[in-house]
């Protein structure tokens, strides 16, 4: 199946730092990948639509300077937490789609294995 | 409203038992539908679409009610295994750009 990378697997940064997490499809082109954010005992929350070549699509209340996503390749995207806060401390998990154009309802997502951030 | 609702739980329920869960979604133009699991902080894992006519896969069925707006997530003899959080993830497929929903999940444990 379908391999989606994702790094660091966790990371520990003061307060006011940036911190970069990587998103890699090993094995197709993603020319969609999807960030997530999940707080303790709570689900998903889709932050943003990472679309290759343009620029993202952020959902509402999430704050584009702050989380800069870049996707620049068809098999690489990134997450920037830009001056990172305590409030930032998260578990965050990138997906992707396989496939390309607009057909395919069907199509299943692909999960990295997640980052989670921790913000003293 | 939330556009994909699910009971939290947790269900306790002892080996060997038939669970269901249900998912209900807003959309009514939504495409598609599938269960995940996720294990305690780990990366969920799809277990099964959802398709119009339902599914089967081994002890695991999922059933689509378009008409009600909702899906279903059948599991029988639960082993220990299956204790994890059941996530419904529902496409809405609007204007052409995928958007996965997801619920919040329900919490199964199952019990020795």
């Known amino acids: 199946g379908a391999v989606v990378s994702q790094h660091p697997s966790w990371v520990i940064c003061k307060s006011g730092t940036s911190v970069k997490i990587e998103c890699r499809s090993l094995?197709?082109?993603?020319?969609?990948m999807f960030w997530y954010r999940q707080f303790p005992k709570q689900s998903l929350m889709l932050m943003a639509t990472?679309?290759?070549?343009?620029?993202?699509?952020?959902e509402q209340g999430v704050e584009k300077d702050k989380f800069l996503i870049n996707h620049a390749s068809l098999t690489l995207s990134t997450l920037t937490v830009t001056s990172a806060h305590p409030e930032d401390s998260s578990f965050y998990i990138c997906?992707?789609?396989?496939?390309?154009?607009?057909?395919?309802?069907?199509?299943?997502?692909?999960f990295g294995s997640g980052t989670q951030l921790s913000v003293l | 409203r939330k556009e994909v609702e699910q009971d939290p739980g947790p269900f306790n329920v002892p080996e060997g038992a038939t669970v269901a869960f249900n998912c209900t979604y807003s959309?009514?133009?939504?495409?598609?539908f599938f269960w995940y699991r996720q294990d305690c902080r780990k990366e969920p894992k799809l277990l099964m679409s959802?398709?119009?006519s339902g599914n089967e896969d081994g002890r695991f069925t999922a059933q689509l009610n378009r008409a009600s707006q909702y899906i279903s997530l059948l599991i029988r003899d639960s082993k220990l295994s299956d204790s994890a959080t059941y996530l419904c993830?529902?496409?809405?497929?609007?204007?052409?750009?995928?958007?996965?929903?997801f619920g919040t999940g329900t919490r199964l444990k199952v019990l020795a």
């Open positions: 997906s992707a789609r396989p496939g390309q154009g607009a057909g395919g309802t069907n199509e299943k997502l692909f």
């Open positions: 094995d197709f082109q993603a020319t969609t």
């Open positions: 990472s679309n290759e070549g343009s620029k993202a699509t952020y």
């Open positions: 959309n009514s133009a939504s495409q598609s």
């Open positions: 959802v398709y119009s």
């Open positions: 993830v529902v496409n809405p497929w609007a204007s052409g750009t995928y958007k996965y929903i």
